[in-house]
């Protein structure tokens, strides 16, 4: 698979402070690329870097091999799909969608056709000669998405395209995003914070914070092996325990809850002494077959699932989600459970 | 919460105000209807003094002030809205500069200091300069203050207009010339027309300054009239006035309708 995003040590700075620390990623051409931070971490500086809205500090932006990081944001064939969409409200939806043809020579008759094409795409069709004050929010992202994929962009850069919507259209949209991305075969560079999007959508995923990029993989990679604190604490729940780490080796540790329980697991840290233990709250099981024993505090109904929050015999809290199946027993506060570890539904992790 | 008609004493003040500010224009204007010489008693409707206006004694005069206020007003307008609209880019686009906060006192300023003060010393400028007083100094003088007038609802305008759109059209392969053209500009005219009207408005209806800085033998409508009424009041001057104060009331309508218009569709 051939390079389309190449970004080498990349900072930013406004004045005294750093965005970006050094920031290094490659993305693929024809992926779904995901960053995904909380406010703040860096990331949609990183997403106006390649669009070229702002000044690079130092490093390297390569597009499919040219550096960019110097050209003006209309000499870089990457367009935007803004969070607040900004479509020209001066401008009917297809002169809209065409803006960029326009600017870039093409002939009025071919533009319109292809503008036309993209209005197609998104459902839009009769709506090509209203105003986008006039449409819908979900109808002006679409307008939006046209807009920026009519150019055919090399890449599409997406700022929280979906964080003005509401919930169903939200859920409806991602699906709708992934389609168009297969379609196209485009590269799309996504930023959320949102990190049940970034799941659903992504090929892989960039969790950025504090302006470093803490990890990079698939969503499965990111949820079920984190690196770090961050990562494990950011992406899902999780139960955070504190740890002292008996014996590293081969990737694997043993180690010892204030419980006095030992459990041996996946590690992404070397080094003995204090640590913190990630356990997913759906890789344990209430089982006489037990790892830990806890005392149930309380019983939470969601529907789908059950929360039960209790605490360790070590007097550390901890939280599992059950199925909601008839099957099902319900613990009762203050009873006892014997709490079972799935391989791999426990990690040693860095700080 | 209480809607501010219910505080007492409010209502009277309110009517007082509005009396005290509009009763003279009340009756000036219908005094322009009199069909008598006198200004004081009413003798019933007429309309000739307005024929007075355009036909009588003293129509020449009036009519060739009349020419020099519009066409002042005209280029003065123009060109300080060019000014402006300038100055409220790089205000409020033009980021952090050195000197910002001077800039804009400097702009504004001519709306804070006394016209009396600018007007005295405009006057005092142009013959340091030697510059004869006449048409011309009073265009120059109506062209600096006008450009605060004209920058305020510019500048206003330019601030609700999101950057975003500048960018997605830089984004969208447009230079900066062209983004500044294609979308920038005509999200501004509402507030470039509306900044150009009160500056017409403005230029149209000063006194002071032009007053000082005329010359003698020039004269712009609101001269002229002043120079007339110091001879007595006569009803055609109620009538010139009530015509002045229909353009003004167009002028600034239209100025607050275009911009209402443009907060509509952002």
């Given amino acids: 698979m051939s390079t389309a995003v190449d970004i080498r040590d990349a900072v930013k700075r406004y004045g005294p402070v750093t965005a970006l620390h050094g920031v290094s990623l490659t993305i693929a051409d024809n992926e779904f690329f995901t960053l995904l931070g909380p406010s703040g971490c860096g990331k949609t500086t990183l997403l106006r870097l390649i669009a070229g809205f702002e000044e690079i500090t130092s490093g390297e932006i390569r597009l499919f091999g040219q550096d960019i990081a110097r050209l003006e944001p209309h000499q870089r064939p990457v367009n935007t799909v803004f969070q607040q969409y900004a479509l020209f409200p001066h401008m009917s939806v297809i002169d809209n969608v065409a803006f960029g043809l326009k600017m870039k020579g093409v002939d009025p008759a071919t533009r319109r056709a292809r503008a036309g094409r993209m209005l197609e795409m998104v459902h839009l069709s009769q709506f090509a000669d209203r105003l986008p004050a006039q449409l819908s929010g979900g109808q002006q992202q679409r307008v939006a998405l046209a807009r920026a994929l009519a150019p055919q962009p090399r890449v599409l850069l997406l700022d929280e395209p979906l964080s003005a919507l509401d919930l169903k259209l939200r859920q409806a949209m991602r699906v709708e995003l992934k389609q168009l991305q297969e379609e196209t075969g485009i590269t799309f560079i996504f930023v959320t914070h949102d990190q049940e999007e970034a799941l659903t959508m992504s090929d892989r995923i960039a969790v950025m914070s504090a302006g470093r990029v803490q990890q990079i993989g698939t969503a499965r990679e990111i949820y079920e092996a984190p690196v770090n604190r961050f990562v494990a604490d950011f992406i899902g729940e999780t139960n955070l325990l504190q740890v002292t780490v008996e014996e590293v080796s081969e990737d694997r540790a043993t180690v010892v809850l204030p419980g006095g329980h030992r459990i041996t697991c996946p590690s992404a840290s070397s080094s003995t002494g204090l640590h913190h233990l990630s356990i997913r709250p759906e890789r344990l099981m209430i089982s006489d077959d037990a790892d830990l024993t806890a005392t149930v505090e309380r019983v939470v109904y969601l529907g789908t699932d059950l929360q039960v929050i209790a605490h360790l015999d070590g007097g550390q809290p901890i939280t599992l989600r059950l199925q909601n199946a008839a099957r099902v027993a319900l613990p009762e506060p203050g009873q006892r459970i014997g709490l079972h570890l799935e391989e791999g539904g426990a990690r040693l992790l860095a700080d | ?266």
């Fill in chain 2, 1 to 266: 919460m209480k809607g501010v008609r219910h505080y007492p004493g409010f209502l009277p003040l309110t009517i007082v105000c509005l009396v005290v500010l509009y009763t003279p224009l009340i009756v000036v204007a219908v005094y322009s209807f009199n069909a008598s010489t006198s200004i004081t008693s009413w003798g019933g409707f007429s309309l000739r003094w307005y024929g007075e206006v355009f036909t009588g004694r003293e129509a020449t005069r009036f009519g060739q002030a009349a020419w020099n206020s519009i066409t002042i007003a005209l280029m003065a307008a123009t060109t300080a809205t060019v000014i402006a609209t300038a100055a409220a880019l790089a205000m409020v686009r033009g980021g952090p500069f050195r000197g910002r906060q001077a800039s804009f006192a400097l702009i504004n300023l001519p709306l804070m200091v006394p016209e009396i003060v600018i007007a005295v010393a405009t006057l005092i400028f142009f013959s340091t300069i030697g510059l004869k007083t006449g048409y011309l100094t009073i265009l120059l003088a109506h062209i600096t203050f006008c450009i605060p007038f004209a920058y305020l609802p510019i500048a206003a305008r330019l601030e609700g207009i999101e950057g975003t759109y500048e960018q997605a059209a830089r984004d969208l392969y447009a230079t900066r010339a062209q983004a500044f053209r294609l979308i920038l500009l005509p999200l501004m005219v509402p507030g470039i027309v509306s900044g150009w009207l009160l500056a017409f408005i403005i230029s149209l209806d000063d006194f002071i300054i032009t007053n000082f800085v005329k010359g003698a033998g020039m004269e712009t409508l609101p001269t002229a009239i002043f120079g007339s009424v110091k001879q007595g009041i006569k009803p055609n001057i109620m009538a010139i006035s009530t015509l002045m104060l229909l353009v003004s009331v167009l002028f600034v309508t239209a100025a607050y309708l275009i911009n209402r218009r443009g907060r509509q569709t952002p």
